[in-house]
């Protein structure tokens, strides 16, 4: 039972414009949430994180929002830029869990 | 560079076989996480060690076994391996048990069974 989804497997777009990946869960007991950014053979590397508590963490050109009602989460990345094609992970864990549940990834391409 | 090493990188063995893979955390972590990542599916956690004992399970096969030792690093041991076992394995570590931490993750190895 996948109860972390990212709906689009991949996304295009040109650099200096924002990136927008989403990201849903249905786990209402979800209250930690984290994005990885992977290259291929490299392992997923840790971007952004936001805590249930909050609707919106930043660090730099990354952007998380919560929207807890909704059960969704998205990733603003601004501006893109070609370093930021990669697959991006959408990562959750609960209140009674240790493991993270991950999303299926979205893969990101940047156009120069 | 996470801080997070895995050895080997790669991995290639037989049906039947059995292989370890070794993890070690990044300097101070006293957690360790196994991930298997096989062909087009997200990252699936296996199983959490936290200061050398067995915290969380998770679709671990009882074919797989892991280990953390006094030093903290780790080891996932998998036996009688099977075609479907060829798959990226990752290896994280947190600072402490988990609960509402970041996971650090290693490069991960590459295990092919033919």
């Known amino acids: 039972d996948q109860q972390v989804k990212q709906n689009s497997p991949s996304l295009s777009v040109q650099e200096g414009r924002i990136s927008i990946l989403n990201c849903d869960y249905t786990?209402?007991?979800?209250?930690?949430f984290l994005w990885y950014k992977k290259y291929p053979a490299e392992g997923p590397t840790f971007l952004i994180s936001i805590s249930s508590i909050k609707d919106k963490n930043e660090d730099g050109r990354f952007t998380v929002f919560l929207n807890k009602s909704a059960k969704h989460l998205s990733l603003h990345i601004v501006p893109s830029q070609p370093g930021d094609s990669a697959v991006y992970f959408c990562a959750a864990s609960a209140l009674d869990d240790y493991k993270l549940s991950f999303g299926a990834g979205t893969t990101v391409t940047v156009r120069a | 560079d996470s801080g997070v090493t895995q050895t080997p990188k790669h991995l290639i063995t037989a049906t039947g076989q059995r292989v370890t893979l070794r993890c070690s955390p990044r300097s101070g972590d006293l957690s360790v996480y196994w991930y298997q990542q096989s062909l087009d599916q997200g990252l699936q956690f296996l199983i959490q060690y936290y200061n050398g004992e067995e915290r969380a399970k998770g679709n671990i096969l009882e074919r797989f076994s892991a280990q953390q030792f006094p030093d903290l690093h780790s080891e996932l041991n998998l036996s009688s391996l099977e075609l479907g076992d060829s798959a990226l394995y990752f290896c994280?570590?947190?600072?402490?048990?988990?609960?509402?931490?970041?996971?650090?993750f290693g490069p991960g190895t590459r295990l092919l069974v033919l």
């Open positions: 994280a570590s947190s600072e402490l048990s988990g609960r509402a931490e970041t996971q650090y």
């Open positions: 786990n209402s007991m979800f209250d930690y």
